[in-house]
C-alpha cells in the first residue's frame, strides 16, 4: 500500500463484523461447522447451521425467559441448550440430555408463541408496541408453559454434555483477521483520516475483538457502540416506572392519568431502544458525538451531545460508513442523511452479502460505493479516496427520526404524568435543541 494525501478531516467509521474480521465470513461458518461435526444433533449440516442462527438471533426471547443471550457469547449454554431441546432429532443425544419427544413439542410451540410477541413489541406504531409488551409479559408471568420451558433449558444447559458443549465452541479460534487491518488504518491516518468503530452489540464482547485485532491503540477513545448510546443516565429508573404501570394495566388499575404517563415513558422507551441498534437515530448520535469531540467520541457518545446548528454550518463534518450490511451500515444513514451527503461503503463478500443486491435496489437507495473483496476495498480507502468525493454534513442531523417523533404523547403524558423521570427531561430538552 501507498500512502496519497487528501483525506485530513475525514472521519472514516469501520463496522467490526465481517468487514475488519473476517470479510468473507468463511471463518464463522468454519467455526460452527468445527463444532457441528462432532456434536451431532441428527440434522445435516445445513440444517445445523441454520438453526443454530436462529437461536442466536432470538436472542431477545432468550433474556425474556431469564436466560444468556447467544448473540453475545458463542459458547453460551442457555443457546445451546434451547438448539437442543428445539431442533435437536438425535435419539441418542435426546436421551442423554433427558429429552421426551412430546414435551420438545409442546415446548418448540411454547418458543414461538413467545417469539411471536416479542416480534411484536418492536414493530407497528408505539401503540400496538405498548399492547405486544403487556401481552409478552403477562405471558411471562402468568403461562404455566413459560415456567416449564425455562427449567427444561436450565436442566439440559447445566448437563456436563451440554457444559462441555459451550467451553470446547468458546475455545474454538476463528481464522485469525486479515492480516493488513493495521497497515490499512495507518495508511488512512497517514493520509489525514480519522478512523473509528461504529458497531452493535455488547460493549465487553466488541471490545474484546478490537483487542484482538491488535488496533485497540488506534481506536482508544473512538469505538461507538450501541449498547453505550443506549445506556444513559436514568434509563433503569425509566425502566422501571414503565413495568410498574405495565403491571397496573394488566391488572386493570391503571387510572387515565397513569395510562397517559405509561404511553409517555414507553414512547421514551422505544426512543432509547432505536439507540440500541444500528438505526438512523443512532447514527445522529454518533455524528453529533464525532462532531463534539472528534477525539473521544466515545465519551461524547455517553452523554445526549448535540453540537448546534451554527457549528456545523460553520464545521462541516466528512464521514464514510464502511461496513458489510446494507441495513446496517447503508441504509440507516441514507434515510438519514440523503444519499448525496457523506459516503456509504458497502463490502458485499461475507455471509450477508446474498441480501439487497444494487441492482435490485433504486438509484437513491443504493450505496455510494460497493467492492466484493477486501483488497479492492482496501485500494479505494488507501489510494482512491479523495476529500471532494465526499459531501460534507452542514446541518445537525436528528437524533430522534421525524417518523417517531410524537409530541402528542409528551404532551399528554408531560400534563398527566405522576412521577419525575430525569431521562424523559433529558430527551425533550435535547429534541427541541
Given at each position: 500500500?501507498?500512502?496519497?494525501?487528501?483525506?485530513?478531516?475525514?472521519?472514516?467509521?469501520?463496522?467490526?463484523?465481517?468487514?475488519?474480521?473476517?470479510?468473507?465470513?468463511?471463518?464463522?461458518?468454519?467455526?460452527?461447522?468445527?463444532?457441528?461435526?462432532?456434536?451431532?444433533?441428527?440434522?445435516?449440516?445445513?440444517?445445523?447451521?441454520?438453526?443454530?442462527?436462529?437461536?442466536?438471533?432470538?436472542?431477545?426471547?432468550?433474556?425474556?425467559?431469564?436466560?444468556?443471550?447467544?448473540?453475545?457469547?458463542?459458547?453460551?449454554?442457555?443457546?445451546?441448550?434451547?438448539?437442543?431441546?428445539?431442533?435437536?432429532?438425535?435419539?441418542?443425544?435426546?436421551?442423554?440430555?433427558?429429552?421426551?419427544?412430546?414435551?420438545?413439542?409442546?415446548?418448540?410451540?411454547?418458543?414461538?408463541?413467545?417469539?411471536?410477541?416479542?416480534?411484536?413489541?418492536?414493530?407497528?406504531?408505539?401503540?400496538?408496541?405498548?399492547?405486544?409488551?403487556?401481552?409478552?409479559?403477562?405471558?411471562?408471568?402468568?403461562?404455566?408453559?413459560?415456567?416449564?420451558?425455562?427449567?427444561?433449558?436450565?436442566?439440559?444447559?447445566?448437563?456436563?454434555?451440554?457444559?462441555?458443549?459451550?467451553?470446547?465452541?468458546?475455545?474454538?479460534?476463528?481464522?485469525?483477521?486479515?492480516?493488513?487491518?493495521?497497515?490499512?488504518?495507518?495508511?488512512?491516518?497517514?493520509?489525514?483520516?480519522?478512523?473509528?468503530?461504529?458497531?452493535?452489540?455488547?460493549?465487553?464482547?466488541?471490545?474484546?475483538?478490537?483487542?484482538?485485532?491488535?488496533?485497540?491503540?488506534?481506536?482508544?477513545?473512538?469505538?461507538?457502540?450501541?449498547?453505550?448510546?443506549?445506556?444513559?443516565?436514568?434509563?433503569?429508573?425509566?425502566?422501571?416506572?414503565?413495568?410498574?404501570?405495565?403491571?397496573?394495566?394488566?391488572?386493570?388499575?391503571?387510572?387515565?392519568?397513569?395510562?397517559?404517563?405509561?404511553?409517555?415513558?414507553?414512547?421514551?422507551?422505544?426512543?432509547?431502544?432505536?439507540?440500541?441498534?444500528?438505526?438512523?437515530?443512532?447514527?445522529?448520535?454518533?455524528?453529533?458525538?464525532?462532531?463534539?469531540?472528534?477525539?473521544?467520541?466515545?465519551?461524547?457518545?455517553?452523554?445526549?451531545?448535540?453540537?448546534?446548528?451554527?457549528?456545523?454550518?460553520?464545521?462541516?463534518?466528512?464521514?464514510?460508513?464502511?461496513?458489510?450490511?446494507?441495513?446496517?451500515?447503508?441504509?440507516?444513514?441514507i434515510e438519514l442523511l440523503g444519499?448525496?451527503?457523506?459516503?456509504?461503503?458497502?463490502?458485499?463478500?461475507?455471509?450477508?452479502?446474498?441480501?439487497?443486491?444494487?441492482?435490485?435496489?433504486?438509484?437513491?437507495?443504493?450505496?455510494?460505493?460497493?467492492?466484493?473483496?477486501?483488497?479492492?476495498?482496501?485500494?479505494?480507502?488507501?489510494?482512491?479516496?479523495?476529500?471532494?468525493?465526499?459531501?460534507?454534513?452542514?446541518?445537525?442531523?436528528?437524533?430522534?427520526?421525524?417518523?417517531?417523533?410524537?409530541?402528542?404523547?409528551?404532551?399528554?403524558?408531560?400534563?398527566?404524568?405522576?412521577v419525575s423521570v430525569r431521562l424523559?427531561?433529558?430527551?425533550?430538552?435535547?429534541?427541541?435543541?
Open positions: 500500500m501507498t500512502s496519497h494525501g487528501g483525506l485530513h478531516d475525514v472521519v472514516i467509521a469501520f463496522d467490526i463484523d465481517n468487514t475488519l474480521t473476517d470479510p468473507d465470513g468463511s471463518g464463522y461458518r468454519r467455526t460452527t461447522a468445527k463444532f457441528l461435526a462432532s456434536h451431532d444433533l441428527g440434522l445435516n449440516a445445513e440444517d445445523a447451521y441454520d438453526a443454530i442462527e436462529a437461536i442466536r438471533t432470538r436472542g431477545d426471547v432468550l433474556e425474556r425467559l431469564g436466560l444468556a443471550n447467544p448473540r453475545h457469547e458463542r459458547g453460551c449454554a442457555d443457546g445451546l441448550a434451547v438448539l437442543c431441546l428445539m431442533h435437536c432429532i438425535n435419539p441418542n443425544l435426546q436421551a442423554e440430555l433427558g429429552i421426551n419427544a412430546d414435551d420438545q413439542s409442546t415446548h418448540r410451540d411454547t418458543f414461538t408463541e413467545l417469539s411471536e410477541l416479542e416480534r411484536g413489541t418492536r414493530e407497528g406504531d408505539f401503540d400496538d408496541r405498548l399492547d405486544a409488551e403487556c401481552q409478552v409479559r403477562e405471558f411471562a408471568a402468568t403461562d404455566p408453559r413459560i415456567a416449564r420451558l425455562r427449567d427444561e433449558v436450565l436442566r439440559i444447559s447445566r448437563h456436563p454434555t451440554v457444559q462441555a458443549w459451550a467451553e470446547s465452541f468458546a475455545a474454538i479460534e476463528n481464522d485469525e483477521p486479515v492480516s493488513d487491518v493495521r497497515r490499512l488504518l495507518e495508511t488512512v491516518m497517514s493520509r489525514g483520516a480519522t478512523p473509528i468503530v461504529i458497531t452493535e452489540g455488547r460493549e465487553e464482547v466488541q471490545m474484546r475483538k478490537i483487542r484482538r485485532l491488535r488496533v485497540a491503540d488506534i481506536f482508544t477513545g473512538r469505538v461507538l457502540i450501541t449498547e453505550t448510546a443506549a445506556k444513559l443516565p436514568g434509563i433503569h429508573e425509566l425502566e422501571s416506572a414503565i413495568g410498574a404501570l405495565i403491571e397496573r394495566r394488566i391488572d386493570s388499575a391503571c387510572s387515565p392519568a397513569q395510562e397517559a404517563e405509561l404511553q409517555l415513558l414507553w414512547y421514551f422507551h422505544c426512543v432509547v431502544d432505536e439507540w440500541a441498534t444500528k438505526s438512523a437515530s443512532f447514527y445522529a448520535r454518533c455524528l453529533h458525538a464525532v462532531h463534539q469531540n472528534p477525539n473521544d467520541p466515545q465519551s461524547a457518545l455517553k452523554k445526549l451531545a448535540i453540537a448546534p446548528a451554527d457549528r456545523w454550518a460553520q464545521q462541516p463534518l466528512r464521514f464514510v460508513m464502511v461496513g458489510d450490511r446494507y441495513d446496517k451500515d447503508v441504509q440507516p444513514l444519499c448525496d451527503v457523506g459516503m456509504t461503503v458497502r463490502l458485499r463478500a461475507g455471509k450477508y452479502a446474498a441480501l439487497h443486491p444494487e441492482d435490485e435496489l433504486p438509484p437513491h437507495r443504493r450505496p455510494s460505493r460497493t467492492f466484493t473483496s477486501w483488497d479492492a476495498l482496501s485500494t479505494f480507502l488507501t489510494d482512491d479516496l479523495t476529500v471532494e468525493d465526499i459531501q460534507p454534513i452542514t446541518a445537525p442531523p436528528p437524533i430522534v427520526s421525524p417518523t417517531v417523533l410524537r409530541w402528542d404523547y409528551i404532551d399528554r403524558g408531560l400534563e398527566n404524568a405522576m424523559v427531561a433529558e430527551l425533550v430538552s435535547a429534541m427541541v435543541r
